[in-house]
Nanobody, 126 residues
């Protein structure tokens, strides 16, 4: 079992920034690629960003590319999502997920993830 706890959500004005954190416990953190997903009101959960086990490889949804940055600190068992230039359409519950993978693999399909956190709400006001 892997337990994931997100934090850092809140209310932010459009154009502002926010950093989300997700702390993992229970298994070897470096065995897992880590992803961020979000679910807006009335929408399905969608991919935001992912990082490989070492953090060397990353991928982003087109909607956040150039504005969001995913990173991980394997010494702290933590993955981050730095969100800049936020827009009202970024409003959602943000979830982190863990997927056991090969070293350089990363996955953007939520159905393939093994573990999820409880989510943290981000609201962007216009």
């Amino acid at each position: 079992q892997v337990q994931l706890v997100e934090s850092g959500g809140g209310l932010v004005q459009a154009g502002g920034s926010r950093r989300l954190s997700c702390v993992a416990s229970g298994r070897t953190f470096t065995d897992y690629a880590m992803g961020w997903f979000r679910q807006g009101p009335g929408k399905e959960r969608e991919f935001v960003a992912v990082t490989s086990r070492s953090g060397r490889y990353t991928d982003y949804a087109n909607s956040v590319k150039g504005r969001f940055t995913i990173s991980r600190d394997n010494a702290k068992n933590t993955v981050y999502l730095q969100m800049d230039s936020l827009k009202p359409e970024d409003t959602a519950v943000y979830y982190c997920g863990a997927k056991r993978t090969a070293l350089s693999e990363y996955v953007s399909r939520s159905s393939e993830y093994d573990y999820w956190g409880q989510g943290t709400q981000v609201t962007v006001s216009s």
